[in-house]
């Protein structure tokens, strides 16, 4: 390692957990600069499953076999790693499918009771799984969906924020990081207003607990979601954290198995929280190996963790913007920005840069992210993106810099401009 | 896939000089076309003289492999008649490009010829 400052974590030391960066692309070792799509995962969570599957499985909350109880004991104790994560309560911690499901179920169960007329107000950096579902609802209950603007510096429009809330707004959802800009938006003064303007706040966390300390309970969120994958666990398995108060009184998103206490033919009671939420057999598995996620993540550090990526942005960001022709997009200001850079080169389009990256091993993302209208505001219809987390170095980075050196000379100078 | 085999000679020619890159007067219809995986676009405009495609230009923004085959199939398709581009399938592009296409590619390069057929569907439609 070549990394001047103290070094809190040691990087070669946790790439040997993890399997996959051992293997080659197009002959060359594999550089992973997606992480704000998906990480990778260590050994220790992939065993899990494996682990999981061979000696405990059975179904939850149901049997009284000693493998029953044994899956239902490390499933219940998964809950309990996660929500203490957060800072959550135990009631207040649901499993879902992934944090698209959990603003699905809030999109859904939040807005039962609202009237023609009510405001949901959005911003105009999230990713379409905070607006598809909202707007989709919206449309069906005559809705009424607003967008916070965001600065020419991409940083969220806190004016606007005030200026846009009122009497009708019943909830406000906001991406806590953006997968684009990489903006850090001020949640908990969020909440603030929002809360002092009786509205609900959901915050969008899938790109932030991955990468930093998040504490439900400071932050004042009614509701959190994030995803396992996007943390070294597996896919298929996310949160809903909520208010206790506020789950209570919700209806279930989905009903049959495991969330009922009492049914009938004619009705039936919902079962106490967590529960309530979860119908049918849940992603045991899953929630086990996240779990086990969690526990890795922790014994690295949480305060380690943005640490070292803040300094490994600061350098892509340096280098990055070197490049003659290479446009970064969202704050210049790093205290403001988490570890990701969406860029372009010249008139490049994302997709042939990340072709001619993936002939050195390089794996970014080129494409519109998930945020097309985002995508519109900025005058582009994609961009490539360099994602980190705390298994990549500053060797990737140059690698990353002079395989972009390349793109710019296959492509002509022509085209960068 | 090493990305020599799918940015041979022909397709960089064509995708830095486009043939047919940009607007018709007089065009008998026009069609925009988006892939949104990749965030391409492109804008067909035709003109018909009776069937026959008289003349058709492009515009768009979008990957070398879109832009290289929106040139080459323009180039093709002209003098055909509306017929014969109906019969044309993803084969026939493919076979233009002749460049080994990963399946996340393969919507770049077939993005000209949906937004043609779909442009033709359209026109036919509103006859």
């Given at each position: 390692m070549t990394l001047q400052t103290k070094q809190l974590i040691d990087v070669e030391k946790i790439r040997q957990d993890f399997p996959i960066l051992k293997i080659k692309v197009n002959g060359k070792p594999l550089v992973y600069l997606d992480n704000a799509a998906t990480t990778q995962k260590p050994a220790q969570v992939i065993n899990k499953i494996k682990e999981y599957y061979e000696t405990s499985n059975a179904n939850v909350h149901r049997g009284i076999h000693y493998l029953s109880e044994k899956a239902t004991l490390q499933y219940e104790k998964a809950h309990e790693i996660v929500g203490n994560f957060i800072n959550s309560d135990f009631e207040e911690m649901v499993f879902t499918k992934n944090a698209t499901e959990s603003l699905n179920l809030l999109a859904y169960s939040l807005t039962k009771n609202l009237v023609q007329g009510d405001e949901i107000l959005l911003s105009q950096m999230e990713h379409h799984s905070n607006i598809v579902p909202w707007q989709q609802i919206a449309k069906e209950k005559k809705l009424v969906l607003k967008f916070i603007k965001i600065t020419?510096?991409?940083?969220?429009?806190l004016q606007d924020l005030k200026n846009q809330?009122?009497?009708?707004?019943?909830m406000v959802s906001i991406m806590?990081?953006?997968?684009?800009?990489g903006t850090i938006n001020p949640v908990k003064e969020i909440a603030k207003l929002v809360h002092d303007n009786n509205s609900l706040f959901i915050l969008d966390a899938a790109q932030s607990i991955p990468h930093m300390k998040v504490d439900v309970k400071d932050i004042d969120c009614d509701f959190a979601v994030f995803s396992s994958h996007k943390m070294i666990g597996p896919t298929g398995i996310g949160v809903l954290y909520g208010k206790k108060n506020l789950l209570q009184t919700m209806s279930p998103f989905l009903y049959g198995g495991d969330m009922i206490k009492q049914v009938e033919f004619t009705d039936s009671k919902w079962n106490d929280l967590p529960w309530k939420?979860?119908?049918?057999?849940?992603?045991i598995a899953g929630a086990i190996a996240f779990a086990e996620a969690i526990n890795y993540l922790e014994n690295i550090g949480m305060d380690n963790i943005p640490n070292y990526e803040k300094e490994l942005t600061k350098y892509a960001f340096e280098k990055l913007s070197q490049i003659d022709g290479l446009i970064i997009y969202g704050p210049k200001d790093l205290s403001k920005r988490a570890g990701l850079i969406a860029f372009n080169l010249g008139n490049i389009h994302a997709h042939d840069v990340a072709t001619i990256l993936n002939d050195e091993g390089i794996a970014i993302r080129g494409g519109h992210h998930c945020a097309m209208p985002l995508m519109g505001l900025l005058g582009v219809t994609s961009t490539a993106r360099a994602s980190f987390y705390f298994y990549n170095t500053k060797q990737e980075i140059d690698l990353l810099v002079s395989a972009l050196q390349k793109a710019k000379q296959f492509f002509g100078e022509k085209d960068v401009k | 896939m090493s990305s020599e085999l799918m940015y041979r000679e022909h397709i960089m020619d064509h995708f830095k000089?486009?043939?047919?890159?940009g607007h018709l007067t007089n065009a008998s219809f026009k069609h925009k076309e988006f892939n949104p995986l990749c965030g391409d676009e492109i804008t067909v405009e035709v003109k018909l003289n009776k069937d026959i495609i008289q003349d058709i230009s492009f515009v768009g923004r979008g990957c070398s492999i879109s832009q290289a085959s929106a040139s080459m199939f323009t180039e093709e398709i002209k003098g055909k008649t509306i017929q014969e581009v109906k019969l044309l399938d993803r084969n026939f592009v493919l076979g233009l490009l002749n460049i080994e296409i990963t399946p996340v590619r393969l919507k770049c390069a077939l993005l000209a010829l949906f937004a043609v057929k779909e442009g033709i569907k359209q026109w036919e439609g509103g006859k």
């Open positions: 020419s510096e991409g940083l969220l429009d809330l009122n009497k009708k707004t019943k806590h990081v953006s997968n684009v800009l939420f979860e119908a049918g057999t849940p992603n | 000089n486009p043939r047919n890159y």
